[in-house]
């Protein structure tokens, strides 16, 4: 009797280890579905306490400052938390601006996956400026940075390494405003549907296509394709 009771003791002790976390504590609800969609992406289970902190934090402040249409949690884990990270197999510069990105789409999800990347958060609405300070001060986010500004008038030419920008313009308006941010070598990594015929027609001379990589959102019935654009070569 009292060697099952240890038993059961240190078996307890090993799984609350194994969790990292308080003995009492029980998970978050949506624990289960982040991790089966990290493991589909195949990223670390490792970053799902903080981006949790952080979906909990866009919900709540969602309520009071309507920081985004998608109301429900269980949503915003697929079409926003899930959806951003989809390009992260393609996301490897050092340096990224994500213009206009709203309460944070896609930059803190990126940011928090790769700690050793600097992510600009680019946003001129000043009460998801708010939002974004607040964020990034809560979830400890040494490697990113508010500018709250509209991106034609941040005045950091030739910075980064990458722009992105998840639902903000079609690919030359993006370009139009935020092009002058990028290095020589310097791309943009533009989250599109499946038709984007036109938009590549748009772009001038000056840049071109370098890929388009179709990307798999885990649950979601939705096709979605990572464009990689970058400077067209000099003659």
Known sequence: MRYSLWFSLVYAQSRRICD???????????????????????????????????????????????????????????KHLLDSLAMHPYFTQATLADLGTGPGLPGIPLAIIRPEAAVSLVESNGKKARFLREAVRQLGLDNARVIESRAEAVAEPGRYAAITARAMDRLAGILAVGGHLLAPDGVLLAMKGPRIADEIAELDARWRVIACHPLHVPGLDAERQLVVVGRAALP
């Open 20 to 78: 990292n976390r308080p003995m009492n504590a029980e998970r978050h609800p949506l624990h289960d579905a982040l991790c089966q969609g990290l493991d589909a992406l195949g990223l670390g289970r490792d970053h799902a306490d903080r981006l949790l902190q952080y979906l909990d934090l866009l919900a709540r402040w969602n309520q009071t400052y309507n920081l985004t249409a998608i109301r429900d949690p269980k949503d915003m884990l697929g």
